[in-house]
């Protein structure tokens, strides 16, 4: 194995910079992620907000499991600026919601669970995680 290899790992999220194409990883093999005849680009969880925009997914339990809203101030819903997906993971097992311009930047899952994280995908400013 080369060193310094970026591996794929499950969970992994990769975006092809020419034509947009987002992928999550399943299963890890040892080949490169590859799309439109070059390399895939690894997209780097985001945790912490600089900017005035928040995206930081704010996890909240509530009787029937978590809400999942972005941020602690409400991501903008509009046609080019938005939230695609909102992703719960419970104690290893992910759950995700599917947003489109319009939608609460929100989601709700009905699952018990020890641990839980969130991500979300913003179309402009990538990928957070809490
Ligand atoms: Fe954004």
């Known amino acids: 194995m080369e060193v310094n290899k970026e591996m794929a790992e499950k969970f992994r999220v990769y975006k092809c910079e020419l034509c947009g ?5 399943l299963n890890a093999g040892d080949g490169d992620l590859v799309c439109c005849g070059q390399n895939m680009t690894l997209l780097q969880e ?3 907000d600089s900017s005035t925009e928040k995206h930081v997914p704010v996890i909240e339990k509530t009787p029937e499991g978590y809400k999942v809203t972005v941020g602690s101030t ?3 819903m509009v046609d080019n600026h938005f939230i695609q997906w909102i992703e719960l993971i ?3 097992i992910s759950y995700r919601k599917y947003l ?3 939608d609460a930047p929100s989601a709700e899952f009905c ?3 020890n641990k839980v994280s969130a991500r979300e995908y913003c179309n402009v ?3 957070w995680k809490s």
């Open 90 to 92: 419970a104690d290893g």
């Open 100 to 102: 489109k311009p319009g």
């Open 21 to 25: 194409n987002i992928v999550e990883v």
């Open 125 to 127: 400013h990538g990928l």
């Open 74 to 76: 409400l991501h903008p």
């Open 46 to 48: 985001k945790s912490a």
């Open 111 to 113: 699952v018990r669970a």
